[in-house]
Nanobody, 131 residues
Framework: QVQLMESGGGAVQAGGSLRLSCATT????????????AAWVRQAPGKEREGVAA???????YYAEVVKGRFTLFKDKATNTLDLQMNSLKPEDTGVYYC?????????????????????WGQGLQVTVSS
């Protein structure tokens, strides 16, 4: 099994920063080598889920156009954590942010399509950016 435990999030004013963290644990024969992609996906109120940022097992990292230059992924192989540093936040960044991982989907595709059938999901974190 793969468990994703998220932390961080909260409320901030526009222009502020937040850092989300996703800690991954493996059991029952699963290990990090089986994971192709780890990602952050978000869902704004009344909207479909969208890919925010994702990283492949080879380290290739992709960002949605709307967050490029503002958000940065940090992947720590030693601790199996995936952090999302979010700077210059905007009200439109408001939503529930999910950490996700998959054995098949690649990072570029996850950012482009945010496939709903990603295999592993965290519980979600609320991020609220006020104007």
């Amino acid at each position: 099994q793969v468990q994703l435990m998220e932390s961080g999030g909260g409320a901030v004013q526009a222009g502020g920063s937040l850092r989300l963290s996703c800690a991954t644990t493996f059991s029952n024969g699963f290990n990090v080598d089986l994971i192709q992609c780890a990602a952050w996906v978000r869902q704004a109120p009344g909207k479909e889920r969208e890919g925010v940022a994702a990283v492949d097992s080879d380290g290739s990292t992709y960002y949605a156009e709307v967050v490029k230059g503002r958000f940065t992924l940090f992947k720590d192989k030693a601790t199996n954590t995936l952090d999302l540093q979010m700077n210059s936040l905007k009200p439109e960044d408001t939503g529930v942010y999910y950490c996700a991982a998959d054995e098949v989907y690649g990072a570029w595709y996850v950012v482009q399509r945010a496939p709903p059938d990603l295999h592993h999901w965290g519980q979600g974190l609320q991020v609220t950016v006020s104007s």
